[in-house]
Each structure stands twice: as C-alpha cells, then as structure tokens.
C-alpha cells in the first residue's frame, strides 16, 4: 500500500501520517520525487488503517499495490534511485562503465589492468578475490589478499573498485575493501547473503539468476532493500535457454521491463551475457540502446591465459578502449552521457 501525498503537504505534515502509519505496527517509508512525495507501507496491513488515511488532510491518495516486492517497485518509489560514489553516480545520466578481470590474479597484473581501465574512460575497475566455480578443481582465487591487491590498485589509478562476494561471513571483510559488492548469479536467492547485504550501506551490484524470472528478480532486491540498504543496482547477466552457441542468452528486454517495473538503476554484463569475445562489443552496444544505466565488462592484458579460463570473453585492451570510445558517441542517441577524456584524467 502506498500513500500519495498533496503537493501542498508540508515535512510535519508528511512526518505526522507517518506517525499514524506506524501506530498500526507497520513500516513507513517515505519517497520523495520532484512533484511528489509517496510512502510506502510495509507489513500485515489493515484495510481501516486505508480508509482513515483516505480521509486525513494532505493525503491525495491510498494505493494498493499487488506486486509481492514493494521497496524495489516503481509504484513505490517513482523517481530513478541514482547511487553515488566518490564522484561517480550510477543510475543517472552519465553511462557507467565497469571493466576488468575476471579474478584478481597477482599485484602486477590488476595494477596495469586498473591503468587501461582507467586510460580508457572506465569508472569502475573490476576483479574476483573469491571465485565461485562449477567445478570444485578450478582456480577459486586469492582471496582477501587479492581485495587487497585490487583496493590498492583502485586507490592508485582513481577507480571505484567491485568485487563478488559469496558468504555472509565474508560481507564486512569484502566492504571494508571494495566500494560495490556484486552477488553472482548463483547467489541470487542466497537469502542469508541478501539479508546480510541489507545490514550495510555498501551499494550492491545484484546479478539475475541464469533461470530467474523477473518478479524472482526483484524479489531477491527487496531482501537487501527491506533490511535498510537503498544501495542496490540490478544486473542482467544472460539466462539460460535452448541455445548453446552462447554461454548465456543475454536478455535485453530485461532492461526496458525491469526500468518500467522498478526505480533501482540497471546494468548489463555483455561479456557472461554471451561468453564469447566477438560478441561482447554489439551486445554492450544494444545494452546502451535498451537504456542500460551502466555496463560491467571483462577485459583482461592476456585473456588466453586467464587463470579462470573465461578469457574467451574477456576485451583486449584495445578492443575496450575502442568500445567505449563508441560508447561517447552512442551514448548521447539514447539519453546518456559518457565523456572519455574526463573519465581517463590523471590515468
């Protein structure tokens, strides 16, 4: 249920239906858009509390929403949510590039990565510490070591930094290090994780799951949501279907429908959306089209030889540099903005 406000209410007014609101042992929320404030109610809720608030002055209207996820709706929250970061504000006008390697795998190798990242126009620089792996033989990652590792190189070269984590024990050991925790698409319904994801204020890069339906989806992001983190961006990453030419059948239409179903800004993985090199670049170019807030690409100095063997999808660094000199020009068609010369001062 939601409460739409006048545009004539004024902060005590707005402050005093939420007091009424919370005498009824529910929560309120409070949104406040350009024209309109809305607030939201979560819990078991009373159909008498809806007609008293109906008939109290600054209230303009009580809607009940049927949607299972409420914090992640749009009805909920009608504004885009914009996170920022140091500078950086994802999900707003300004086209988000994440790039890097698949895993952190020595000092060296994220340093120089960071560098091209950055060189290039990228924002946020990405790597693995703890690698979730099908099978129980491959190479796992350094761990918080390789946090370590990736933080320094972020600090130096003026990147934001995101990296995956896949435990609740491993939550605060991985936001003390990195700015964006990403949660891979395995974990989509690790409940656990997401419930102690909504216990900090870290913003979280929220992977679909390679079978999940889009209401699935944004149910997961209300787990983080409800436990008081606002910090959530949603990532299409592919899913699987029929087809095995491509890794995973990468879902553009994700990003229109789930822009029109939630507030919450959208990014798109091209590179585990395909699995394949040749594709990453016009998928990531469709993703600006569709209206993707940002994107996270894998790009790697000698992605042949990438100790987790995803280097098949993983950029050259000229092959990413190029792209998002692409980006610059595409970017504005589609009501972005992406500006490489300011992205790569001081690289």
């Known amino acids: 249920m939601i409460v739409i406000m006048s545009s004539k209410a004024g902060e005590e007014r707005i402050q005093e239906i939420v007091s009424i609101i919370e005498k009824h042992e529910v ?41 299972s996820y409420k914090l992640a709706s749009r009805d909920f929250h009608p504004a885009n949510t914009v996170i920022k970061l140091k500078g950086v504000e994802i999900g707003g006008e300004e086209l988000t590039v994440m790039g890097g390697p698949c895993a952190v795998e020595s000092p060296e190798q994220i340093d120089e990565i960071a560098r091209l990242v950055k060189a290039a126009g990228g924002q946020v620089l990405r790597g693995g510490a703890f690698k979730p792996r099908t099978g129980p033989y491959s190479f796992q990652g350094v761990g918080v070591e390789g946090l370590k590792m990736m933080k320094e190189a972020g600090d130096k070269h003026g990147l934001l930094t995101i990296t995956e984590v896949m435990t609740p024990e491993y939550v605060d050991i991985c936001a003390e290090y990195a700015d964006i925790l990403q949660v891979g698409t395995r974990n989509m319904q690790n409940f656990d994780l997401l419930r102690k994801l909504g216990t900090i204020q870290t913003p979280v890069l929220l992977k679909r799951g390679f079978s999940a339906t889009y209401d699935e989806f944004l149910n997961a992001a209300e787990y983080i949501l409800a436990g008081g983190n606002p910090n959530v961006m949603l990532c299409e990453r592919g899913i699987r279907t029929f087809e095995t030419y ?31 090199r040749e594709l990453v670049e016009p998928m990531a170019k469709a ?17 042949d030889n990438s100790m987790t063997g995803d280097g098949v999808q993983s950029l050259f660094p000229d092959q990413f540099a190029r792209l998002l000199q692409d980006f610059e020009k595409l970017a504005p068609l589609f009501g972005k903005r992406f500006d490489v010369a300011k992205q790569a001062v001081h690289a």
């Open 27 to 67: 929560q309120a929320h409070v949104s406040k858009g350009e024209d309109k404030t809305v607030i939201g109610i979560i819990g078991k809720f009373d159909p008498k509390l809806g007609e008293h608030l109906r008939q109290l002055s600054g209230v303009e209207q009580v809607v009940k929403i049927s949607k």
């Open 287 to 303: 993703s600006v089209a569709a209206g993707a807030n940002g994107l996270i690409i894998e790009m790697h100095t000698d992605p």
């Open 246 to 276: 491509t890794r995973n059948t990468l879902d553009l239409s994700a990003i229109p429908v789930l822009q029109s179903l939630s507030h919450l800004p959208v990014i798109s993985d091209p590179s585990h959306g395909t699995g394949r």
